[in-house]
């Protein structure tokens, strides 16, 4: 199984809660995944990545560190929630710094629900944001070879 036609590279962002889902994203590495064999790895730079994965919940404060973060992500890029408290603030969500609607005010592309969600399950969504991403690059050259072809000759 293939990730996308070449190396996927992800970037996982912490926003803050009780880690469950970054210890599940750290259990990735070891060699029973065989992340490398799918083309998928992590990156220490937002701006290498093709994948984000948010974890955690969303508040006020870093609601504005996140969006800085996530605008040095070179396009196109998907990104990812990973877990309920990244979905909808999970057993935080009563709390009034936490906005519980992460996904509309984020354009996350992919959830996964749990608290936390298995490996195989953000295997599963690295895999779909891969293939989105490829969906999203073949169409844009599409339209390239397209407009190409519509040029007058002179």
Not at 47 to 57: C, E, P
Not at 95 to 115: C, F, H, K, R, W
Not at 142 to 150: G, I, K, L, N, S
Request: contains cysteine.
């Amino acid at each position: 199984m293939a990730a996308k036609n070449h190396a996927v590279w992800v970037y996982p962002i912490t926003m803050g809660a009780c880690n469950g889902c970054d210890q599940q994203i750290l259990a990735l590495n070891a060699p029973a995944y065989q992340l490398r064999s799918m083309g998928i790895s992590f990156v220490n730079s937002p701006r290498h990545a093709d994948i984000v994965l948010l974890t955690g919940v969303l508040t006020k404060r870093m609601r504005s560190v996140v969006e800085r973060t996530l605008a040095s992500v070179p396009s196109p890029h998907a990104l990812v929630a990973v877990g309920d408290c990244a979905i909808h603030g999970g057993v935080f969500a009563d709390n009034p710094q936490i906005l519980t609607n992460a996904s509309d005010i984020l354009n996350v592309n992919i959830e996964i629900a749990g608290d936390p969600p298995t490996p195989d399950q953000i295997i599963a969504a690295i895999v779909e944001a891969a293939r989105q991403l490829d969906e999203a690059e073949k169409s844009t050259n599409t339209v390239d070879e397209t407009q190409d072809e519509e040029e007058p000759a002179k």
